[in-house]
């Protein structure tokens, strides 16, 4: 039961930092369809509360140990592709890749959006539950095997 336990608590940690992963693990070590669900959405939602809260204390921090360089801004192709993607469909579209990317990048950048963080909350819940009941829906429903790694 010990071993359970801490299994689930490194995926439900996983889950919370890179939400790909946690579901990945969970899905190769054999839990029911509502474990693996209840288990990536709550770490999921734990990692994006903790960095809503304690990113721009985070980015503070950063800064104050990486200053800036200069003045010019770099854009990269993924750069761009983010800053279509706030323009154009803003936190509802942030939510929806927050699982492909990460609950941390997500949280950060939905959190620079909006000034009251709680509205972050239900359309990552909801983005969350959509790709875990995606996921899980065809692995254990369908056996479709989804090689994320």
Do not use: H
Request: with cysteine; charged share 15%; proline share 3%.
């Amino acid at each position: 039961m010990t071993a359970r336990m801490v299994q689930l608590f490194f995926i439900f940690l996983a889950s919370s930092t890179k939400y790909l992963v946690g579901l990945s693990w969970i899905l190769v070590a054999d839990y029911s369809f509502w474990e693996a669900i209840l288990i990536t959405i709550s770490g999921a939602m734990a990692g994006v509360f903790f960095f809503a809260y304690a990113g721009e204390f985070i980015g503070k921090m950063w800064r104050k140990v990486f200053p800036k360089k200069s003045d010019k801004v770099k854009f990269s192709w993924t750069k761009r592709q983010l800053v279509k993607l706030r323009r154009g469909y803003g936190l509802m579209g942030i939510a929806f890749v927050t699982p492909l990317l990460s609950p941390p990048v997500g949280a950060i950048i939905a959190s620079g959006l909006v000034k009251d963080k709680r509205k972050i909350f239900p359309y990552m819940l909801l983005s969350f539950t959509f790709w875990s009941f995606l996921i899980c829906g065809l692995f254990y429903g369908f056996g479709i095997n989804i090689n994320i790694f």
